[in-house]
């Protein structure tokens, strides 16, 4: 009888790692697909579905296979044990059973009306993404290779343009955003679709901070294979990646207000506490990856490191992800900090590198950044059939797609209107036009939405949000180049800001303000010198 007990509990831990290898096989033949997809794409210039686009695509059609075509493979784990002798949720617990003792880790807390009949299904468990993996490993390499391959001569001449978008516009789409849902949810209270003690004006406000966030990776492709008009790329380029950090840290911000007494009531002291985080934690992440990036640049100066390019390019790779565990650990958003980390670590470090080293840390975390894409994108179309807590609320969904086109709106017109009395080099009515179509969501609003699916309203968040990442990546992403043409915008500027070696060029556009000018020579004065050979 002890053997066949045994016998049974090895055939449930090779079961265990059987499905462990099942999963990642899934992912890898999903990348596979996309990668050849990617190629038929590009062999026939074919550009109304971006691979992103096509890798949602086949993570759909993965994860309806999956949902239906799998069952339940044990029964009793959908079944509730009430344990009154515990009065916490141990980290873990040890569970005698017929004299044979189990040790079973803590998870996550669910909720009961979370329970349902895909619980005991392991392999929609194994499919459903952990949110740690995804900022953990998906994400970092995503945001470094977004400030390392920055193009630092346009984003500078339009620096102030790009700041004024990320932090004044974010915010402005996250108060529209919060105050048109806000609206649809006292409708659907009084329609009876919700409880009014379910859905606070904060939580309207933490849906608009996640939609905030851009990620335009689609059209930014396809301007770049165009050689579409270098500042309106910049501007696009520049606007998502500072978004995606404004809007994390915001969202951070409004999940930690909270009112001592009525929760849709102003409270000015936790109002200004929010604030201070906000600001707080942008601060001081900003300083972690650029300390971290300076360190490297001494490093790599004052060693000959250069000599030994496998050594150099290793140390490179992990200072800049201590960067972000830094972050995370001291409390700080690690996704800040490496994005700034990535900027001063292309502006500094890069020069001090031997050319092995350049191409490798640049191939690398293109790479990376690349495999990381597709993976979420691949995850994103898997997670509207593998994710078990799905609410679709029509009501709830045509507010967010609403609230959405009028927040990019509000974001970009009047902001663009104010910007043009201060710049020399105005940007065009059309510019504006294809700035607002290219307002697409994807993998920040994502993996904020995925943080905490709990109660219902999150899952109904979640849920909206999805769908939205899917029209935007789907409708917009692939009608870029007809809109491209119906605007009238060149696809002629063959203007490149860079030397062979990824240098920057030492040229000044006329439209180059005194202030700009004063920061270039800064640090090619006083910096560069310090930090690099």
Request: charged letters at 15%; hydrophobic letters at 50%; aromatic letters at 16%.
């Amino acid at each position: 009888m002890e053997k066949l007990k045994k016998y049974a509990l090895l055939k449930d831990e090779d079961q265990f790692y059987h499905e462990g290898a099942v999963e990642l096989l899934v992912f890898n033949f999903l990348l596979i697909l996309t990668i050849l997809t990617i190629w038929l794409f590009k062999n026939h210039r074919f550009r109304f579905l971006h691979e992103t686009g096509g890798a949602m695509v086949y993570g759909l059609v993965m994860g309806l296979i999956i949902r239906y075509a799998t069952k339940t493979s044990d029964v009793e784990s959908g079944t509730i044990y009430e344990c009154e002798k515990l009065k916490s949720g141990p980290s873990s617990l040890l569970i005698n059973i017929t004299n044979q003792v189990y040790e079973y880790q803590y998870k996550r807390e669910i909720n009961r009306h979370n329970v349902n009949a895909h619980q005991g299904n392991a392999m929609l468990q194994k499919m459903t993404f952990d949110p740690s993996i995804f900022f953990n490993i998906l994400l970092p390499p995503i945001i470094f290779h977004a400030g390392y391959s920055l193009k630092k001569r346009h984003f500078f001449r339009n620096l102030g343009s790009i700041l004024t978008y990320a932090f004044l516009g974010t915010a402005i789409s996250c108060i529209v955003i919060g105050l048109i849902m806000y609206g649809f949810v006292k409708a659907m209270v009084r329609l009876g679709q919700l409880k009014g003690w379910e859905f606070h004006f904060t939580d309207c406000l933490f849906f608009g901070s996640l939609m905030s966030a851009t990620d335009p990776v689609t059209v930014l492709a396809i301007f770049n294979e165009l050689h579409v008009d270098t500042d309106l790329y910049t501007l696009l380029f520049g606007e998502s990646v500072l978004n995606d950090a404004v809007a994390i840290v915001l969202t951070y911000s409004i999940s930690i207000y909270s009112p001592k007494e009525n929760p849709n009531a102003f409270d000015a002291a936790a109002f200004f506490q929010s604030v201070g985080n906000f600001l707080g934690i942008f601060a001081g992440s900003f300083a972690m990856g650029s300390s971290y990036a300076v360190v490297t640049a001494l490093l790599t100066k004052f060693t000959k490191l250069c000599e030994f390019p496998m050594l150099e390019t290793g140390l490179f790779f992990l200072l800049s992800w201590s960067a972000f565990l830094s972050a995370e650990a001291a409390g700080l958003t690690g996704i800040v900090a490496v994005l700034f980390c990535g900027v001063t670590q292309a502006h500094y470090t890069y020069n001090n590198l031997s050319s092995d080293s350049k191409m490798r840390t640049k191939q690398l975390f293109e790479f990376m950044n690349f495999l990381a894409e597709n993976v979420i994108f691949c995850y994103m179309g898997l997670a509207l059939f593998t994710f078990q807590n799905h609410i679709f609320n029509p009501l709830f969904i045509f507010g967010a797609f609403l609230a959405v086109f009028v927040a990019r709106a509000c974001n970009i017109y009047p902001l663009t209107f104010l910007l043009n009395f201060g710049r020399k080099q105005k940007i065009p009515r059309n510019f504006q036009h294809m700035m607002m179509f290219s307002g697409l969501r994807g993998a920040i609003a994502f993996a904020l939405a995925i943080q905490d699916t709990e109660s219902q309203p999150k899952q109904m968040m979640f849920t909206t949000a999805l769908l939205i990442v899917f029209f935007t990546v789907w409708v917009f992403g692939g009608g870029t180049t007809p809109m491209l043409a119906w605007l009238q915008i060149s696809v002629s500027n063959h203007d490149v800001p860079f030397l062979s070696d990824g240098s920057l060029k030492l040229h000044f556009s006329p439209g180059v303000s005194a202030s700009q000018l004063n920061l270039k020579s800064f640090s090619q004065i006083w910096a560069n010198p310090f930090f690099f050979f």
